[in-house]
């Protein structure tokens, strides 16, 4: 496995001719991404503002950024593209589901609780 | 004996033995599946800082008005900058340690000695922003007031800009002094004093006709609410408790102590991560300058230290956006 690399990124738009050579692409590509997040959280555009299932839509844009970011680190900085499939499906697909199981109680439960504090008898902050 | 059986006839077939389906080591993947735990210790963390976000939505800190501060560049409000600069130290060392591999797998020593090296500079970096980070956090900027229900009044003036308690409150002459064991209860200690008295404050709010009180409390517009004059005054008179400078475990300036307890606990365990993985790279760096790899004719160390490494930028990635960001 450690001497064939897949040169491809993004769906083969864009091939390398050597490991070295994807590594700085990807690097650049990282680099874009980190720039364009500080950039809208510096300005916060006014457009972005709206919500979409009860998040703002620059905290979305956010969070897909860095689960674009993670998916290079993974796939070309821990050579997770040049593994077996059983591996990368045995390490990937179980963070990924018990992650989503975890964020998915705990957000829902934290909205539960402000939801009576808010709305229910229980008085939530006498200053 | 005859009868003990030396060959099951099965060598070379699929359940012969000896296979690996996974083609890649044993120590390999175990680097992997440590990461997926500890992936999902991370996700606990940051899942519970959600939930704790969630619970108090209307009054969260915004970071981007917790962390302003560059070093050397006081008093500007810079948000955001310095942990840009953090973030891209940390995918440098991620790239110069990804180098490293590379010329692992070509055998080239010194190629590798020298990214390893650049990689522990990088690592080196990150840990010591992070301590200044913590440093300026905990010594905090503006102060600000606890009431007894253990929300937090900060102080503007009428354009909304913040100020500071000790430009507008003078300390006077006061009756409470700190116990010290020398003076009382040679069992019993108390921490410093805060430099000024809710008294003092509000004195000092009173002297001056512009000061308004900010609260933690979000409007439609995502921005604190300020009250008027009065309303300013008679919260801080009737609930006033404590002045606070800074944050720890107990008390935020900023707002929320939870916030304070979840940056501590969670950046905390992120930089521990990288303060072990820069000593664990530090054993590789003076593995590869001896020779031990180029005598095993096989790199796989430096691979598996990198994976590790890559993990720490990994989840800093994550860190980044959910403290700073979002």
């Known amino acids: 496995m450690a001497h064939d690399h897949k040169l491809e990124i993004l769906r083969g738009t864009v091939k390398f001719k050597s490991n ?37 839509i ?22 997770m593209r040049d593994e077996t499939k059983g591996l990368r499906r045995a390490v990937v697909w179980t963070a990924i589901f018990l992650i989503c199981y975890l964020i998915f109680i705990l957000l829902q439960e934290g909205g539960y609780v402000e939801g009576v504090y808010s709305n229910g008898f229980i008085k939530q902050h006498g200053f | 004996m005859d009868t003990t059986v030396v060959n099951t006839g099965t060598e070379g077939k699929t359940w012969g033995g000896g296979n690996e389906p996974l083609k890649a080591s044993y120590g390999k993947m175990m680097m992997w599946f440590f990461i997926l735990s500890d992936a ?18 209307d009054y969260w800190p915004i970071a981007d008005e917790v962390f302003t501060h560059v070093p050397f560049l006081h008093g500007q409000e810079l948000p955001m900058i310095y942990v840009a600069f953090m973030t891209f130290v940390l995918i440098m060392s991620s790239v110069t340690m990804v180098l490293a ?5 070509k055998m080239q020593k010194t190629k590798v000695t020298w990214y390893m090296f650049l990689t522990i500079i990088g690592g080196l970096i990150f840990v010591g922003s992070q301590a ?12 600000a007031v606890q009431t007894k229900g253990g929300n937090i009044l900060q102080f503007v003036n009428a354009e909304g800009e913040r100020l500071a308690i000790r430009d507008f409150t003078t300390s006077q002459h006061s009756e409470r002094a700190q116990h010290e064991r020398k003076s009382g209860l040679w069992f019993v200690s108390e921490g410093s004093l805060p430099d000024f008295t809710v008294a003092e404050v509000v004195k000092g ?45 107990h008390v935020n300036e ?23 993985g820069v000593v664990i790279n530090i054993i590789i760096f003076f593995n590869v300058i001896i020779g031990t790899y180029e005598r095993r004719r096989s790199y796989e160390m430096v691979e598996k230290v990198g994976l590790y490494w890559h993990f720490v930028d990994l989840v800093w990635v994550f860190v980044f956006t959910f403290f700073y960001l979002v």
């Open chain 1, 20 to 56: 070295t050579q994807k590594i700085w692409g990807v690097l650049i590509l990282l680099s874009i991404v980190t720039a364009v997040e500080v950039v809208l959280g510096i300005y916060k555009p006014e457009v972005l503002m709206g919500k979409i299932i009860g998040m703002k």
């Open chain 1, 58 to 79: 620059l905290n979305w844009i956010f969070i897909i950024l860095t689960l674009v970011k993670a998916y290079y680190i993974t796939w070309d900085f821990m050579h």
């Open chain 2, 40 to 57: 999902l210790t991370f996700s606990g963390f940051l899942a519970a800082y959600g939930f704790s976000r969630f619970k108090f939505i």
């Open chain 2, 101 to 105: 591999v590379d010329a692992g797998h």
């Open chain 2, 132 to 143: 200044w980070e913590w440093a300026t956090f905990i010594k905090g900027d503006f102060g």
């Open chain 2, 205 to 249: 709010m009173e002297a001056n006709d512009d000061i308004l009180i900010r609260t933690q409390m979000l409007d439609e517009h995502g921005h604190k609410t300020v009250l008027s004059r009065e309303e300013s005054l008679s919260m801080l008179k009737d609930h006033g408790n404590l002045v606070v400078h800074g944050a720890n475990l």
């Open chain 2, 254 to 276: 900023y707002g929320s102590p939870l916030f304070a307890d979840f940056f501590f606990f969670i950046t905390g365990f992120h930089g521990f991560h990288v303060f072990s």
